[in-house]
């Protein structure tokens, strides 16, 4: 059976994502998806994945990201994760620029999710 083809973020980072207490969140396939910054209580990352998964509206002022570092008013606070599951042997195995592409959507749709922009 032939393996389908990985054309979108969505197949990767599959949500709703989970936080599991410990920094880190997993998408709904097991993706490791983010990991936060001690600088965020637990509040915040439970109402940032919240947001993601389009469950609740979070506006945050500042907000920008460098990659798939995001950060709050020029402090880092988390970053998107998941590159060796899409371009690792043992796992999705995805050519480079197509890992990449897949991972800037995400990274976008995260941003969309929480930066108060137009």
Not at 37 to 52: C, G, H, S, T, Y
Request: one cysteine or more.
């Amino acid at each position: 059976m032939a393996k389908r083809e990985i054309t979108k973020w969505e197949q990767v980072y599959q949500l709703p994502i989970k936080y599991d207490d410990m920094n880190y969140c997993w998408s709904k396939n097991g993706t490791m998806t983010l990991m936060f910054d001690e600088v965020l209580n637990e509040f915040d990352r439970k109402m940032i994945v919240k947001a993601i998964n389009g469950e609740t509206e979070l506006k945050m002022e500042g907000l920008t990201f460098d990659g798939c570092d995001f950060l709050l008013n020029g402090t880092y606070i988390f970053c998107v994760r998941g590159w060796g599951n899409l371009t690792g042997t043992g796992a999705l195995n995805l050519p480079e620029e197509k890992a990449l592409k897949i991972q800037d959507e995400f990274i976008n749709h995260v941003h969309r999710s929480l930066a108060n922009v137009l």
